[in-house]
């Protein structure tokens, strides 16, 4: 079946420090993969998407780049700040309306 | 557009009791997929919904069920409450366009 494996947290990093975090994942089709961000006490909110390989999905300073070859899909950005601070979610869908798989989530933790 | 909507925000119940979870999505969307968000199992699909149909199911007991209505508002509701259902549950919302958009959750505790 489809699985998403992200890496664990929590993630601590100073204001500005570049931020990664991985994700792969294993799929028996072609699936849309997403990052979705979760504040304290919120619901989920997409943080950006990419359909097809080598496709870039960027929104807010946060890039990821579907990577077909290596099944990666891992969230970058260059200059975190306080406010992004919050759980990150890696997920895949194989259709266009149903379930998604989501990792684990990877909490970060960003410090003035 | 008004986004996801779940009620009530926060719910405590007692083992035994049953519960009603409420979900409207986004104006248009006519699919609604539930999650159960806990910190040990993470995030894990609970089923789906679209024009009033079930379409996908995930692994949890008969206890859960769910229904969708003729305006896409969908119901959760799970009977015979256990300590271990104590969770967020989440809602999420598509228009078809593989992306679902998620309510802000209802944080269900059982007693």
């Known amino acids: 079946g489809n699985s998403v494996t992200q890496m664990e947290g929590p993630v601590t990093l100073s204001e500005e420090a570049f931020l990664t975090i991985n994700c792969t994942y294993t799929a028996t089709g072609y699936p849309s993969l997403f990052w979705y961000v979760q504040y304290p006490g919120e619901g989920l909110q997409l943080l950006l998407k990419a359909t097809k390989a080598d496709d870039k999905g960027s929104n807010k300073g946060f890039e990821a780049t579907y990577r077909k070859e290596t099944t990666s899909f891992h969230l970058e950005k260059g200059s975190v700040q306080v406010s992004d601070s919050a759980v990150y979610f890696c997920?895949?869908?194989?259709?266009?309306?149903?379930?998604?798989?989501f990792g684990a989530g990877t909490q970060v933790v960003v410090t003035p | 557009k008004a986004g996801v909507t779940q009620t009530p925000r926060y719910l405590i119940k007692t083992r035994g009791q049953q519960v009603t979870l409420s979900c409207s999505p986004i104006s248009g969307h006519r699919s609604v997929s539930w999650y159960q968000q806990t910190p040990g199992q993470g995030l894990q699909f609970l089923f789906e919904y679209f024009s009033e149909t079930q379409r996908n199911k995930g692994n949890f007991p008969g206890r859960f069920s769910g229904r969708q209505f003729s305006n896409s508002r969908s119901e959760m509701n799970v009977s015979t409450l256990e300590l271990g259902d104590s969770a967020l549950y989440l809602c999420a919302s598509s228009s078809g366009t593989d992306t679902q958009y998620f309510g802000p959750g209802t944080r269900l505790t059982v007693l």
């Open positions: 997920a895949l869908s194989e259709d266009s309306w149903g379930k998604f798989q």
